[in-house]
């Protein structure tokens, strides 16, 4: 008797732990998915899209993973990731303008409950959810901040910009812009250069992975480095790396990076090249002291890329030890183009810039500006802010091993609200209809899953893609692109198809198209909430305390 009681639970002990094998190996079956955001780098700034930047590690997934040609974000920092973190246009998910409340729903400057976070959707599904770097969508309140938002685990900046060696306030604004690092709702203080803000980002993240690793369930990293967004601030040793790359200017190493973006297949024979931006000086014609600070510049931005990269190295190889690397997939993105000059872009008011210190360094609050940025933003047109191909067009690295087949370039003509379902496919994760008692917003965008495991060469959309951010507007319908600048409400038309380089408005002989395509835009612009950006721009004085939220 005694012995048959032993032999039952025995038997009980090895059903139960074999019920528990089954749900582990379930839950570590799921793919790991790691999403990578870069803060203001144009679209031409990786060594595998044409740039002398060295980048090994973004590259080496390039070279094993898949390039999309096109690649669609905001154009500026927070709309960008409102979409990208709940895969609806920015207007339906609060942010129409950016982190600041205009007064409406559309633009009350955070993300709505309606909007389901990539955080919240991925814990419903089993997930642990992980994010270290840069939030931008929810500041005021701590119950918009990213462990309310669906993050079990959170270190990084609330709002959009932050010294890279301190924790100071930026100096513009009357009472400087206030920066707030937290780590799990806890304000952090480290001691003035004490670390490097990019380093500190890749060593949270892997930190967060390795207690990850003891759950036994798939994870979802969002790693939201601020590099290089401005202050342009960089270690030493990196900067060095970088003296004498800058000094054939701007002019040349754009045609550098042309040549070589031909090379590797990224621009296509026939393709237009943007001209070239005549505000832009001749490198030639500056004087040796202008060339000296020019260049001096872009050796600290390039030393920012530089960094950033690196720390995309010491996730990769925390991923391998950890033996995920065969399961994670990793998107690499950009959030909008590079920053053009402030005589088009200031919406802050800065001023002029006050320097404590040489560029580089923590006393330094200098930009790149329109000069290099144009080369940054090669072979497209414009900048942030703006809705031609360079304000908005992101370099895209798919990396997954196991599906994703190695050296593939392709067009895709992906957007980031495509992000969101595409993540939910890959896990097996039913996006709620319902959530705490709320009816959810719908998934605007489309998977992308049969262009990065079928080889599908673009997605099948069935609509039109569209934007307004402060007044600038655009709809991407196949390849015809139908754009328009903010206060001029004139319509540009271009055949994407041949000219993705915007070198010929043919508006005036395709009426017709552009009747659709603008008919279009005013029925998605009146379903999603848009508001005309004269009634709700900051500087509009019926608006109260607008001016001053800005």
């Given at each position: 008797m005694k012995r048959t009681v032993i032999t039952l639970n025995f038997l009980i002990a090895v059903a139960f732990l074999g019920q528990a094998q089954n749900k582990m190996t379930t839950e570590t079956s799921k793919p790991n998915v790691i999403l990578i955001m870069v803060d203001d780098m144009g679209y031409s700034d990786l060594g595998s899209y044409g740039s002398e930047i060295s980048t090994p590690n973004l590259d080496k997934l390039a070279?094993?993973?898949?390039?999309?040609?096109?690649?669609?974000?905001?154009?500026?920092?927070?709309?960008?990731?409102?979409?990208?973190?709940?895969?609806?246009?920015?207007?339906?998910?609060?942010?129409?303008?950016?982190?600041?409340?205009?007064?409406?729903?559309?633009?009350?400057?955070?993300?709505?409950?309606?909007?389901?976070?990539?955080?919240?959707?991925?814990?419903?599904?089993?997930?642990?959810?992980?994010?270290?770097?840069?939030?931008?969508?929810?500041?005021?309140?701590?119950?918009?901040?990213?462990?309310?938002?669906?993050?079990?685990?959170?270190?990084?900046?609330?709002?959009?910009?932050?010294?890279?060696?301190?924790?100071?306030?930026?100096?513009?604004?009357?009472?400087?812009?206030?920066?707030?690092?937290?780590?799990?709702n806890e304000k952090q203080n480290p001691k003035d250069d004490s670390y490097y803000f990019t380093d500190e980002i890749g060593k949270n993240a892997n930190e967060f992975l390795e207690e990850q690793n003891k759950e036994h369930k798939p994870f979802f990293l969002y790693l939201a480095f601020t590099a290089p967004h401005w202050p342009l601030q960089a270690k030493p040793e990196d900067i060095a790396k970088y003296r004498g790359k800058f000094d054939k200017g701007w002019d040349v190493l754009r045609e550098n990076r042309i040549q070589k973006l031909k090379e590797n297949g990224i621009i296509l024979p026939g393709q237009t090249i943007a001209q070239r931006d005549l505000e832009v000086p001749e490198w030639d014609k500056l004087t040796y002291d202008e060339r000296q600070f020019w260049k001096a510049k872009m050796e600290v931005y390039a030393a920012m890329v530089d960094n950033m990269d690196q720390n995309v190295g010491k996730v990769l190889k925390k991923l391998k030890d950890l033996k995920k690397d065969k399961n994670t997939i990793i998107v690499f993105i950009s959030d909008n183009g590079a920053q053009g000059g402030f005589n088009t872009y200031n919406p802050l008011k800065r001023g002029l810039v006050k320097n404590d210190g040489p560029v580089g360094t923590s006393g330094s609050f200098d930009y790149q500006e329109q000069n290099w940025a144009s080369l940054s933003n090669t072979p497209f047109r414009q900048y942030k802010n703006d809705m031609h191909e360079g304000g908005f067009s992101s370099p895209f690295i798919a990396w997954f091993p196991s599906k994703i087949k190695a050296g593939r370039i392709d067009k895709g003509t992906g957007h980031i609200i495509d992000l969101a379902p595409t993540f939910y496919e890959l896990a097996g994760i039913e996006y709620p209809k319902k959530y705490n008692g709320l009816k959810t917003n719908y998934l605007a965008g489309k998977s992308l899953l049969p262009v990065l495991f079928n080889g599908d060469s673009e997605v099948n959309r069935g609509e039109p893609l569209f934007w307004e951010r402060a007044g600038n507007r655009a709809v991407r319908d196949g390849k015809w692109k139908l754009v328009s600048t903010y206060p001029k409400y004139k319509w540009e038309l271009y055949d994407l198809e041949k000219d993705r380089g915007e070198t010929q408005d043919v508006a005036d002989s395709n009426p017709a198209i552009v009747n659709k395509l603008s008919t279009s835009y005013n029925e998605w612009a009146s379903k999603t909430g848009v508001v005309e950006f004269s009634k709700i721009s900051p500087e509009n004085e019926n608006i109260p305390g607008a001016a001053s939220r800005n």
């Open positions: 070279k094993e993973g898949l390039i999309l040609r096109e690649f669609y974000n905001n154009s500026i920092c927070a709309p960008t990731r409102a979409s990208l973190l709940t895969g609806q246009y920015q207007h339906k998910a609060g942010v129409g303008y950016f982190d600041v409340n205009l007064g409406l729903p559309a633009y009350q400057g955070f993300l709505n409950k309606e909007s389901l976070t990539l955080g919240e959707v991925f814990r419903s599904g089993g997930y642990s959810t992980l994010m270290s770097g840069k939030w931008h969508v929810g500041s005021t309140d701590p119950a918009q901040w990213p462990n309310q938002r669906g993050f079990d685990k959170f270190y990084g900046v609330l709002k959009g910009a932050a010294n890279y060696f301190d924790v100071k306030p930026l100096p513009f604004g009357k009472t400087g812009y206030p920066v707030t690092l937290l780590k799990n």
